[in-house]
């Protein structure tokens, strides 16, 4: 619902309150944190993709430099991401290890006075193969029998558990009967679909400073997407206790899912600072970085999908075979959420779900905004697409006619965090898209001749907001909030959630505003650490606003009720604060508390300063709240492309970006996200992936940005074809109405792009990324399937 | 390897440092100067987060040798703001426009687009999308940034005072 009007604060166009800061170049991010007197750390990560190396630290030491090798640190397996219980989590990671599962697992680490002298230090570390093993890069090859095992056994919890088959693990579900509905189906299709393994290239390389306390504890600066779950991390890995571990909020250039666990950077300044008595920098360069410990989920897929003539599904299979990389981050949970993905975007009938997680010798996979999502969206709106196609029902109309929306079962998260969607807006997206982009006049698919071929591609998706849900599923999603009201009537909002950018901040601070009727400038976002805030689970799963703006909101509220029982105190009039009423006074600048229908009123400043020189206290609360509902925020994206099939290229020529996010609190930031989301999707369609090399299994474009291709504002479409569309809706669960943005942005785009190029040139592409060669040799394929039937036909002919 | 002294105007004031020959200018700014405004994203000239003004020019501060500043003026993000109140066009144009996200890249591409607005005070769309090509942003999809410096540009002419990089660049 168009919030302008409505509201005073949400909805409304200011600038970001971190602006100045970040616009001057006065944001301090990890990467910028310098003590005085701190070490500089290296790592020696493996040359090996699989091997047990001996390390020889004897050199670097007499160099004078602090060593830590394998043996030198804590002897704990743990997950290095904390969001899931701990039951459900699965360990298999060390701080550093001599047993190295891919090239660039930290093996030794050391710290130095400065940064050449820890890189001499680190040349003079000797690292032994004891035993290589044969490099395992491909899920189908690392479960066949005979091959290398990459873990013997790992941990789930407290208990072990043994590896088969380098499997790490599993998930199979299924609803209905799948084989009597796909014979009974009048269409029926399956698709083979293979994903890119991309790179965050988010702007911050990893880096961690931690200095040692006199209390026996740490303090560290770090790039986290969670203060607290790296607060715990901590504690587990090194046995300190949790009130010793401050974990210092900084900005975060750029997250996308790479620290949502604690990246290893992190526990090895730990470790160094706390052998070196010093503070420590442990600092990535971009090529360490690409190696290090953060991709995304590489899936293999298959979905076999039928329907009726009149236009309904009836029954899927899916089988996900996921190439998780060395060690596991979040697997066991995604394979749950990729069903969730799977099961909500269409109302398929009968399902059958084969999930399977497998260990290879590359780098470890995690979360990459969407989480799996844009993956099985892709596949799925390309299975969907085909199957209009076959029934000859308009694509838009088949999409409408089968979705998931108002009314029904939703669980997006996976099967144990169920919940009823509320609010909907994706009828409306479908059709003002259609309209803006001229759907209906779009070219029939390969009906084009000549160099440049242009089509329209359509795609639709959603994201949850947050993990929330009735029951206490797997998931743990809370979030806290402090607010406490100065002495002159401003306020200060403490919070642990980190903004990556997108403005999740922003939002709290309207919508406490809007609570609380006072002006914006007047909300001050406190940066802190874990230790002076209320347990935040973490800024993924695009949750910031619909849940941590919730807690704000409901701090807000706590906060106000005690304003109006001072103002009762002030104003002395015979009646109880349910009485009062508060509203914002433009002219003051201030929240007035009054009796409607008297004179008789005050404004917050007054109660504020009245409640300090009279002794009655402060005004502050403390709220720790978890959602019941994790709603999903629809997208759909309509997009024309432009193919050269001389060289392959593609080009976006107009997008039309819809997005249902319920109120929309922040709008030119949640354009921007929408923007942001379509053009990181377009780098994941048609540019980006991390090949490794089949002999050494080392990554191929190892951390070089023009090696590892992504769009820059060469490659988008001019900025007046851009278009970005807000559903008219109203989430009654979330705070004023909203839904979270940060996912939905991206997760339909490489759907769309990938059928919008079958609209242009004909071919559908089941790998990504679909990159200039892959067209050319689909083309050139085409022709010479043309070529040889016009043979054959010749041939018959004569 | 011997150390060398050098002296140049780093936003409008004169420093003297004695730096390696093979120092970079990124690492001089940030860990001897702690002007952290300058970002390290890449360290190999393919991103445009390091990007300073050296004689107004913009140029990638990992990829240039501190000695080869010596006697010239450098601009730093540092160098055009220090609050809310003396923004210049630019900057309050990338805050309006929402072309902040994550901000990592905001330094860069606020240089570079005031190098862009003093050669060129009224560019069209295509020609800075040319000109901050070379800039990555992973958070924005770089609409916002475009349609900022095209307020920034317009506004400058609007007002017709002298264009936004005007001011700072000569400091
Ligand atoms: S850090 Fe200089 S161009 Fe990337
Ligand atoms: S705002 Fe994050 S990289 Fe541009």
């Not at chain 1, 759907?439 to 949850?464: C, D, K, L, M, S």
């Not at chain 2, 420093?15 to 001089?28: G, K, Q």
Request: hydrophobic share 40%; net charge neutral.
């Amino acid at each position: 619902m168009s919030a302008e009007g409505r509201f005073r604060f949400v909805g409304v166009r200011v600038g970001r309150k971190d602006g100045v800061l970040k616009a001057t170049g006065r944001a301090t991010y990890a990467y910028d944190v310098w003590l005085p007197g701190m070490l500089h750390g290296r790592i020696l990560k493996s040359p090996y993709a699989h091997a047990e190396v001996r390390v020889d630290a004897t050199e670097a030491e007499r160099m004078g430099a602090v060593v830590l090798t394998p043996r030198d640190v804590p002897d704990v397996l743990f997950n290095p991401r904390l969001v899931s219980v701990e039951e459900d989590t699965f360990k298999d990671w060390r701080v550093l290890t001599d047993h190295p599962r891919y090239v660039g697992e930290p093996v030794a680490a050391v710290a130095a006075a400065s940064e050449e002298a820890a890189q001499r230090a680190l040349e003079a570390v000797r690292l032994e193969p004891v035993r290589v093993y044969r490099p395992l890069l491909d899920p189908f090859e690392a479960t066949r029998p005979g091959s290398p095992a990459i873990h013997e056994r790992v941990m789930r919890g407290g208990a072990w558990v043994d590896v088969e088959d380098n499997v790490a693990c599993t998930l199979e579900y299924s609803e209905g009967d799948v084989d009597r509905a796909l014979s009974e189906a009048d269409v029926v299709i399956e698709r083979r679909f293979h994903t890119n393994r991309r790179y965050h290239l988010q702007p911050e390389p990893k880096v961690a400073v931690s200095r040692p306390d006199p209390d026996g504890g740490v303090t560290v600066w770090t790039t986290t997407q969670t203060v607290h779950n790296t607060k715990i991390l901590i504690s587990q890995v090194f046995g300190i206790p949790q009130s010793k571990v401050r974990v210092k909020k900084v900005f975060l250039g750029g997250g996308f899912g790479s620290s949502i666990h604690t990246n290893l950077v992190t526990l090895v300044a730990v470790a160094l600072s706390r052998k070196a008595r010093r503070p420590v920098r442990m600092a990535l360069t971009r090529e360490e970085d690409m190696m290090h410990d953060h991709v995304s989920f590489e899936m293999h897929m298959r979905i076999r999908a039928g329907a009726k003539r009149n236009g309904r599904l009836s029954g899927a299979e899916f089988e996900n075979v996921m190439d998780i990389g060395a060690h596991q981050i979040q697997p066991y949970p995604l394979l749950g959420t990729a069903l969730g993905w799977f099961v909500s975007l269409y109302k398929w009938g009968a399902i059958r779900y084969f999930g399977r997680a497998v260990y290879t010798n590359k780098v470890p996979s995690c979360a990459l905004r969407g989480y799996g999502n844009p993956q099985v969206t892709w596949a799925v709106e390309t299975v969907v697409d085909e199957l209009a196609e076959e029934l000859e029902m308009d694509p838009v109309e088949f999409r409408l006619k089968n979705y998931v929306g108002k009314g029904d079962l939703f669980w997006g998260q996976g099967p144990t965090v169920k919940s009823i969607i509320r609010s909907d807006g994706v009828p409306e997206l479908m059709r003002r898209g259609a309209e803006l982009i001229g759907w209906r006049n779009r070219p029939r698919p390969g009906e084009q001749t000549g160099r440049y071929r242009r089509g329209i591609g359509v795609a639709r998706g959603f994201h949850t907001s947050g993990a929330g849900g009735p029951l206490s599923g797997s998931v743990i999603d809370y979030s806290g909030a402090f607010l406490k009201v100065n002495e002159d009537g401003s306020v200060d909002y403490v919070t642990a959630l980190q903004d990556h950018g997108g403005g999740t901040l922003d939002a709290h601070a309207k919508i406490i505003a809007e609570e609380l009727c006072i002006p914006l400038e007047k909300v001050n976002v406190v940066w802190s650490d874990s230790s002076t805030t209320v347990y935040d689970v973490c800024t993924h799963a695009s949750r910031g606003v619909y849940v941590g703006g919730e807690a704000a909101r409901r701090a807000a509220r706590e906060v106000k009720r005690k304003i109006l029982e001072y103002a009762v105190r002030i104003l002395n009039v015979a009646v109880g604060p349910e009485a009062l009423r508060m509203r914002y006074d433009e002219e003051l600048k201030d929240a007035v508390i009054y009796v409607e229908g008297s004179d008789a009123q005050t404004t917050l400043s007054e109660v504020a300063r009245t409640a300090w020189q009279r002794n009655w206290g402060s005004i502050s609360a403390s709220v720790s709240f978890r959602a019941t509902a994790a709603p999903p925020s629809f997208t759909a994206y309509f997009v024309e492309v432009e193919v050269d099939t001389e060289t392959g290229r593609v080009r976006p020529v107009r997008v039309v970006a819809g997005a249902d996010i319920g109120t929309v609190i922040n709008p030119e930031l949640a354009e921007g996200q929408v923007q942001g989301g379509f053009v990181m999707g377009w780098g994941w369609a048609v540019l980006e992936d991390t090949p490794y090399n089949p002999e050494t299994g080392a990554l191929e474009n190892m951390g070089f940005i023009t090696d590892y291709k992504v769009p820059t504002a060469g490659d988008i479409p001019p900025i007046e074809d851009f278009r970005v569309i807000f559903a008219d809706t109203y989430e009654p669960t979330g705070p004023f109405g909203a839904k979270g943005i940060g996912e939905a942005a991206s997760n339909p785009v490489a759907a769309a792009v990938a059928n919008a190029i079958y609209d242009a040139i004909g071919i559908r592409f089941y790998e990504l990324p679909i990159t200039p060669e892959r067209i050319l040799r689909a083309l050139r394929e085409r022709e010479r399937q043309g070529r040889e039937s016009a043979q054959e036909r010749g041939g018959g002919l004569s | 390897m011997e150390p060398r002294v050098i002296r140049f105007r780093l936003n409008g004031e004169w420093v003297r440092l004695s730096v390696m020959p093979n120092e970079l200018l990124i690492n001089v700014l940030r860990e001897k100067l702690h002007l952290t405004g300058t970002k390290y994203w890449c360290g190999i000239g393919e991103c445009g987060g390091c990007t300073v003004l050296l004689d107004g020019e913009p140029v990638l501060s990992c990829l240039t040798l501190a000695v080869d500043v010596d006697g010239r003026k450098v601009t730093t993000i540092e160098g055009l703001a220090t609050g809310e109140d003396d923004l210049t066009p630019l900057q309050r144009a990338f805050i309006e426009e929402g072309a902040i996200q994550c901000g990592f890249c905001t330094p860069g591409f606020i240089l570079t687009a005031q190098a862009l607005l003093r050669e060129n005070p009224n560019p069209t769309e295509e020609e800075i999308r040319e000109y901050v090509r070379g800039n990555l942003c992973r958070c924005t999809g770089y609409v916002s940034i475009i349609r900022a410096v095209k307020r920034a540009a317009s506004e400058a002419v609007k007002s017709r005072r002298p264009g936004p990089a005007a001011g700072a660049a000569s400091g």
